[in-house]
């Protein structure tokens, strides 16, 4: 059986979110490196105006593999 995680990661100018923004601080924070971006749950509830920005899809699938080992 196999466990599927779904998260998304948002650039802008090949520059990578790293934040979260909210109401109290909304500012967003970029970086130059991808392995800093910030991985989102879902895009539901952003309060980032996603107009000029990219959203990537990461899919993350994990299995789960079962074998019956005979000895001899």
């Known amino acids: 059986m196999a ?8 650039s802008k100018d090949n520059l990578w979110v790293t934040n979260r923004p909210s109401k ?20 539901d509830d952003l309060s980032i105006d996603l107009t000029g920005h990219r959203i990537f899809k990461l899919t993350h699938i994990e299995i789960d593999e079962e074998e019956e080992i005979k000895l001899e």
Do not use: H, N, Q, W
């Open 3 to 10: 466990k599927e995680t779904i998260t998304y990661i948002i």
């Open 24 to 43: 109290s601080v909304p500012t967003i924070k970029y970086s130059t490196s991808k392995s800093d971006a910030r991985k989102f749950d879902g895009l």
